[in-house]
T-cell receptor, first 113, second 113 residues
Framework: KAGVTQTPRYLIKTRGQQVTLSCSPI?????VSWYQQTPGQGLQFLFE???????NKGNFPGRFSGRQFSNSRSEMNVSTLELGDSALYLC????????????FGSGTRLTVV | AQTVTQSQPEMSVQEAETVTLSCTYD???????LFWYKQPPSRQMILVIR??????QNATENRFSVNFQKAAKSFSLKISDSQLGDAAMYFC??????????FGQGTRLTINP
């Protein structure tokens, strides 16, 4: 079965712009979560959605937002980009309870210039 | 807040030998999941092995096994018969509830031929 699909793979944006990243989970997975990975801060949790509802949110400014659609696909948006937002953004999907773990996509590499 | 600590930023091992990666975590919960993920240069996080805290038996997946010491809050990963393809960043992760993973800082594993 198809894995977690993230698009685009690479993105270059200018400071002040906004960006939208997309994540399609494994079929049957209704939980989608997002992580930011940087060399300095490591992997940090952004937010998690289940059945179109945000259930948990990490410690990120309001410029970071997300949503989930009825088909479980999710998008995250970053507005007013800053240089520090340059990172690898990873999406993960799981069943309601992560008995079998989380499955990650290959990520979107965002570079802000 | 839960924390995960990987005290070995880098490890190296000769091909075909055994290596153990360390992980400790801090939690006041009694029921949770622990995971080891592998991240090769391709960026995708790949689940290596998982452990449910209520299960006393250590998890094993082929050449990968864990030493789970619940009282000591320790969760080490042993890789037997190391192969060149095992070279990657390894992350220990904690999950309590169905909402987010807390990751350690990672251990970069090098396999010497």
């Amino acid at each position: 079965k198809a894995g977690v699909t993230q698009t685009p793979r690479y993105l270059i944006k200018t400071r002040g712009q906004q960006v939208t990243l997309s994540c399609s989970p494994i079929s049957g997975h209704r939980s989608v979560s997002w992580y930011q990975q940087t060399p300095g801060q490591g992997l940090q949790f952004l937010f998690e959605y289940f059945s179109e509802t945000q259930r948990n949110k990490g410690n990120f400014p309001g410029r970071f937002s997300g949503r989930q659609f009825s088909n479980s696909r999710s998008e995250m948006n970053v507005s007013t980009l800053e240089l520090g937002d340059s990172a690898l953004y990873l999406c993960a999907s799981s069943l309601v309870v992560p008995t079998y773990g989380y499955t990650f996509g290959s990520g979107t590499r965002l570079t802000v210039v | 807040a839960q924390t995960v600590t990987q005290s070995q930023p880098e490890m190296s091992v000769q091909e075909a030998e055994t290596v153990t990666l360390s992980c400790t975590y801090d939690t006041s919960e009694s029921d949770y999941y622990l995971f080891w993920y592998k991240q090769p240069p391709s960026r995708q996080m790949i689940l290596v092995i998982r452990q449910e805290a209520y299960k006393q038996q250590n998890a094993t997946e082929n050449r990968f096994s864990v030493n789970f010491q619940k009282a000591a809050k320790s969760f080490s990963l042993k890789i037997s018969d190391s192969q060149l393809g095992d070279a990657a960043m390894y992350f220990c992760a904690y999950n309590q509830g169905a909402q987010k993973l807390v990751f350690g800082q990672g251990t970069r594993l090098t396999i010497n031929p």
